[in-house]
């Protein structure tokens, strides 16, 4: 009889005692340190992700669609800019920025763009005002980051605007011209200046045939320009500008074959360039360059495809897109070329953030 009391008590107790779980993914905190990688997918196959990689090299592949029950990132991720608490990602077929909580990866809501507008890069000017450029429509918008909403619809730019950077009052915006599609129409090439203020083109920088991307040294009051050139021109070679608008003019040129990515140590000044053949350092105050890493893709394969920096650790940071229609990886390298890890993502890492 004290037998069978004591196996009834066991087994109430048993009954009684919680069942371990497994933790809510939407409420586990990402790990401090750690860096978002925006993976674009395929053109109009809605499979964009964000992707988030801690100090150790662990990949978290689909945030959103981890963290947020139903719900994708979008098509075809282009930018990520954290202001705050918040992570702000373009996903430009779809025309929205989408806004994530940076701590919980929880959605939080959308700025949408009307009549196919898609929103490509996207910059902080000041406090919660943000710009991003519209590249087919070749203008850029102001948004409101803390009401969600979009400010200004269109200030006009130049032939298909791509990347775009803000420094002490100016809005720079490479008008890339999609290359020789665009060739000879105005403005393709160069690059517009626009006040921050009233969005007013105030300057137009010459001769950056395919600019593709600005990059502020907020530091020392410089803008770095990286342009490819033109397909058709197959033995000109493209590079990279260093303009002061201080004293109004390009003070620095250095020549790559098809820059890919361009990053600022903002603590040397010295810049990362990749290009067709690897990483370049360039220090421009002992006008030096150095080979970080090389690396060369052969037959479309294991494709290098956008450089990032990683702001807390000072550490490159490479996407490559191996065949652009596997998934990818993210690569980190400290500043002397050295692989730190290397983490599996999404379909062709183009975009990080910190």
């Given at each position: 009889?004290?037998?069978?009391?004591?196996?009834?008590v066991?087994?109430?107790?048993?009954r009684?005692?919680?069942?371990?779980?497994a933790?809510?993914p939407?409420?586990?905190?990402?790990?401090?340190?750690g860096?978002?990688?925006?993976?674009?997918?395929?053109?109009?196959?809605?499979?964009?992700t964000?992707?988030?990689?801690t100090?150790?090299?662990?990949?978290?592949?689909?945030?959103?669609s981890?963290?947020?029950?139903?719900?994708r990132?979008?098509?075809?991720?282009?930018?990520?800019?954290v202001?705050?608490?918040?992570?702000?990602v373009?996903a430009?077929?779809?025309?929205?920025?989408e806004v994530?909580?940076?701590?919980?990866?929880?959605w939080?809501?959308?700025?949408r763009?009307?009549?196919?507008?898609?929103?490509?890069?996207?910059?902080?000017?000041?406090d919660h005002?943000?710009?991003?450029?519209?590249r087919n429509d070749?203008?850029?918008a102001?948004?409101?980051?803390?009401?969600?909403?979009?400010r200004v619809p269109?200030?006009?730019?130049?032939?298909?605007?791509?990347?775009?950077?803000?420094?002490?009052?100016?809005?720079?915006?490479?008008?890339?011209?999609?290359?020789?599609?665009?060739?000879?129409?105005?403005?393709?090439?160069?690059?517009?200046v626009?006040?921050?203020?009233?969005?007013?083109?105030?300057k137009?920088?010459?001769g950056?045939?395919?600019?593709?991307?600005c990059?502020?040294?907020a530091?020392?009051?410089l803008?770095?320009f990286?342009y490819r050139?033109?397909?058709?021109?197959?033995?000109?070679?493209?590079g990279?500008?260093c303009?002061d608008?201080?004293l109004?003019?390009?003070?620095?040129?250095?020549r790559?074959?098809?820059?890919?990515?361009?990053?600022?140590?903002?603590t040397t000044?010295?810049?990362?360039?990749?290009?067709?053949?690897?990483?370049?350092?360039?220090?421009?105050?002992t006008?030096?360059r150095?080979?970080?890493?090389?690396h060369?893709?052969t037959?479309?394969n294991?494709?290098w495809y956008?450089?990032?920096?990683?702001?807390?650790q000072?550490?490159?940071?490479v996407?490559?897109?191996r065949?652009?229609?596997?998934?990818g990886?993210?690569?980190?390298?400290?500043?002397n070329?050295?692989?730190?890890?290397?983490?599996?993502?999404?379909?062709?890492?183009?975009a990080?953030?910190?």
């Open positions: 009889m004290r037998t069978i009391i004591i196996l009834v066991a087994s109430f107790c048993v009684c005692v919680p069942v371990p779980t933790p809510d939407s409420t586990t905190p990402l790990v401090s340190g860096f978002f990688v925006v993976c674009e997918g395929l053109w109009r196959q809605d499979n964009a964000l992707s988030f990689i100090p150790t090299g662990s990949a978290e592949r689909d945030v959103v981890t963290r947020n029950v139903g719900l990132l979008g098509d075809t991720g282009s930018d990520i800019l202001r705050g608490d918040s992570i702000y373009c430009s077929t779809s025309g929205t920025i994530y909580h940076r701590l919980t990866g929880i939080k809501g959308r700025i763009f009307e009549n196919g507008r898609e929103p490509y890069r996207l910059v902080i000017v000041k005002v943000a710009v991003c450029s519209i070749d203008c850029i102001e948004i409101d980051l803390r009401l969600l909403t979009v269109r200030a006009p730019a130049g032939p298909a605007p791509e990347g775009l950077c803000c420094l002490r009052g100016r809005i720079y915006v490479a008008n890339s011209g999609l290359g020789d599609l665009r060739l000879k129409e105005t403005g393709a090439g160069t690059v517009s626009l006040d921050a203020k009233d969005l007013r083109v105030v137009t920088i010459e950056l045939p395919n600019a593709m991307q990059t502020a040294d530091v020392r009051g803008i770095w990286t050139h033109l397909a058709t021109k197959p033995d000109s070679l493209g990279v500008v303009y608008p201080a109004d003019s390009i003070i620095d040129h250095q790559f074959v098809s820059p890919k990515g361009l990053v600022v140590d903002p000044g010295i810049i990362y360039v990749l290009h067709r053949d690897g990483i370049d350092s360039f220090d421009r105050n006008q030096t150095r080979t970080i890493a090389t060369k893709s037959n479309g294991d494709v956008s450089l990032g920096w990683w702001k807390s000072r550490a490159l940071l996407g490559n897109a065949t652009y229609v596997t998934d990886e993210v690569i980190a390298l400290d500043l070329g050295n692989v730190s890890f290397k983490a599996g993502v999404g379909l062709n890492p183009s990080f953030a910190d």
